[in-house]
């Protein structure tokens, strides 16, 4: 199916509506005309009024001549949004949510219909391309898979799992840009300390983890495998990982996207 004609709907212009919408412009494959976008407030979209993006605060607006509607809503408000444009859905669009915690089953219910709807979880990586998503579809076309598929794989990578596990994906995958982040700032605060000035330290940790990733995603190896190349023994390298180690570094990380992973299967109430 050509992109070309594809017209698709944002509704929930926040960080993660957003950051899809430049990614799909940033990847060459879909014009700013074709990507409509809402919020409440539209002072804080008029940057992408200027980029060309088609603005609105009327989402039943912005779905009547789209292909694609994702929702890109809070879970909190996502059935607010459903009873809102229930009307002016239609079954041949293809919807896909990117709300957490709520199944695809729960959206179809709230709309007293059934158009094809996938479940996708991104990260705010998708602004530059490098997002991993995980999707779940249910009972939807080899076509729309495909699509859905090729939309998502041209800001990163796409990973297809079982709808159950997508709250999961979200602690990991979601959240986990978070974690990292914060990583590469503690490994930016620990170089201040030992002499760099903040700048060269942050550069410093953001090359060597893109590094790292790098080694993982090219080589397909275990991160264990890596580290032994570099831990010698009663080297500099081992004995920093075991002080790590000593203050719950690898415990903390899995019992963060433990807690996570419970918070986010929490968040939507069908009777909100």
């Keep these: 199916m050509s992109t070309k004609n594809l017209n698709i709907a944002i509704l929930g212009g926040g960080n993660i509506g957003l950051a ?9 494959t879909y014009q700013p005309e074709q990507i409509t976008i809402t919020r409440r407030n539209l002072g804080a979209l008029q940057p992408f009024s200027i980029q060309g993006f ?3 605060n009327n989402n039943n607006e912005a779905i009547k001549n789209a292909d694609i509607v994702v929702l890109g809503v809070l879970p909190q408000q996502l059935n607010g949004l459903l009873a809102e444009v229930k009307g002016s859905v239609n079954e041949s669009q293809l919807i896909i949510s990117l709300v957490t ?3 695809i089953q729960d959206i179809k219910d709230n709309l007293g219909k059934a158009p094809a709807v996938v479940r996708a979880m ?8 490098e997002s991993m998503t995980c999707i779940a579809f249910d009972g939807v076309s080899i076509e729309r898979k ?3 598929n090729n939309i998502f794989n041209t800001v990163g990578i796409t990973q297809e799992i079982k709808e159950e596990l997508m709250t999961s994906a979200t602690a990991l995958c979601a959240c986990g840009i978070a974690f990292f982040l914060r990583s590469i700032r503690a490994a930016m605060q620990g170089g201040v300390e030992i002499g760099f000035h903040s700048e060269e330290a942050l550069n410093m940790a953001v090359q060597t983890a893109k590094g790292a990733a790098a080694l993982l995603a090219r080589e397909g190896a275990h991160p264990e495998h890596e580290i032994d190349k570099v831990t010698s023994p009663r080297g500099c390298t081992i004995a920093g990982l075991n002080e790590m180690e000593h203050q719950g570094f690898s415990s903390a990380l899995i019992k963060g996207i433990c807690t996570s992973a419970i918070k986010a299967g929490g968040l939507y109430s069908k009777d909100s």
């Excluded at 899809?20 to 060459?28: D, F, P, Q, R, T």
Aim: proline fraction near 4%; charge should be positive; avoid cysteine.
């Design 101 to 103: 915690g709520v199944s």
């Design 146 to 148: 495909d699509l859905v």
């Design 122 to 129: 991104p990260n705010t990586a998708i602004s530059v391309g």
């Design 54 to 56: 088609k603005i609105t």
């Design 20 to 28: 899809l919408a430049k990614g799909l412009i940033k990847s060459g």
